[in-house]
């Protein structure tokens, strides 16, 4: 049997292709922002994790091209080894004091910091209870590790307290958890999640890609947000949203983080650590983020015109509570066709399908930025409308 027949078997996307709905891999020719390039027509970008509209900001491209001439493009090592600059170590403490943790450990990218973290801590006879909904690097952590899993249902606290209720209290257990649902851009109950932790002795860790810079009076994110930020044991964030660059990192007590991940987790331990350009963009996007809270209350406004433009309209928003808003259309190709049409009308957005989200639950994923102005989002509604229409999605 030879291996690769799996791949020449593999027709999935070509069918899409042949219907001419692809739309994965689009290719933009400008920066993130909320208007971009796309085969030479410029088109509302909907799609983007550029949440404070930073990755464009003079001030952060300026930090990234002085640390390109201090130290060069890349680190040529690992952390672990002769990878670590000074930057690496400044960023470190900027996070863990914006964070209000005692320590924060840097990685390449957000993946990577759930798979070495979750691997390295949920040893052989540890448990780790997972959400349903819980990104792809979570549960892949998981599978790294040597523990058991137990997923619970999306969101449901008492699902999770029935799985508790039964847990060997002799075992390790860490509950993992998204802050902010990255397809239906809800929030975790998270006041829920860390009375079950206490109550059962488990440790909590949250992934904040997309509660960081976004939720909280101060953008700490989802534990902010909720007042618990002294009962959620680790903080896990990402640079490629709100912060601007690409990596991740892990926030909390020192033991945890700079005695024990710094040195067991494999996924920063044997990987290049993160390059200079990028550290010096995320040292430059905290500044911001803390001298502009501004930019969090635009985003905001944002949040909520569409939201409401988009309910107003008729479209099923889900359970969406942030800048991330799924506009649920059903059938996988009824997303195809409306990600096209809105492209085509001069909008870009995600077409979510199955396996992604359950069969029947395809859905255009939108996001939004700070800087996107009235004007682009009031283009994006109208192009809405009219799609919407066309495939009977609303009437
Ligand atoms: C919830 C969540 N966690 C982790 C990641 C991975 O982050 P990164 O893009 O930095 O690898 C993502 C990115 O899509 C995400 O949405």
């Known amino acids: 049997m030879d291996i690769f027949q799996k791949c020449f078997d ?121 959400d349903k909904l819980d990104h792809a690097c979570i549960i892949d952590g998981a599978r790294l590790g040597f523990g058991a899993v137990v997923k619970f249902n999306h969101n449901d606290a008492e699902d999770l307290e029935r799985r508790l209720a039964v847990r060997d209290p002799k075992k390790g257990a860490l509950i993992v958890v998204d802050g902010v649902f990255s397809m239906e851009g809800d929030i975790v109950n998270l006041p829920a999640i860390v009375a079950l932790a206490q109550k059962h002795s488990c440790r909590v860790m949250v992934d904040d890609a997309h509660g ?114 799924p506009v649920v259309v059903g059938e996988d190709r009824i997303a195809f066709v409306m990600a096209l049409r809105l492209q085509q009308e001069g909008v870009f957005v995600n077409p979510i399908v199955s396996p992604g989200v359950p069969p029947g639950r395809a859905m255009l994923r939108t996001s939004f930025m700070a800087t996107h102005t009235r004007e682009h989002l009031t283009r994006a509604l109208e192009a809405f409308a009219k799609v919407g229409r066309e495939v009977g999605v609303i009437s």
């Open 10 to 130: 593999f027709h999935d996307a070509d069918a899409v292709k042949e219907a001419g709905l692809y739309s994965y891999f689009r290719t933009i020719s400008s920066a993130q922002d909320p208007v971009v390039r796309m085969d030479g027509h410029e088109v509302v970008m909907l799609g983007s994790n550029n949440y404070l509209g930073l990755t464009n900001h003079p001030e952060v491209k300026r930090a990234a091209q002085d640390a390109i001439e201090k130290y060069g493009t890349g680190c040529a090592g690992s952390r672990f080894l002769n990878g670590t600059l000074d930057i690496h170590i400044r960023l470190e403490e900027k996070l863990a004091a914006f964070m209000k943790k005692p320590a924060a450990l840097t990685f390449s990218t957000g993946f990577q910091v759930n798979l070495g973290v979750i691997s390295c801590l949920v040893e052989r006879g540890d448990v780790v209870y997972l």
């Open 212 to 325: 960081i810079g976004v939720l909280g009076a101060h953008g700490r994110g989802t534990a902010e947000h909720f007042g618990v930020e002294d009962k959620v044991d680790l903080i896990m964030g990402t640079f490629s949203k709100s912060l601007a660059s690409v990596g991740g990192f892990i926030a909390g007590d020192e033991r945890v983080v700079t005695n024990f991940i710094k040195h067991r987790a494999r996924s920063m331990i044997f990987s290049a650590a993160a390059p200079p350009a990028s550290v010096a963009s995320v040292l430059k996007a905290i500044e911001i983020i803390e001298r502009e809270p501004e930019r969090r209350a635009r985003l905001w406004e944002n949040t909520r015109f569409m939201a409401e433009g988009l309910r107003a309209l008729g479209f099923d928003t889900g359970e969406s509570q942030t800048p991330v808003i």
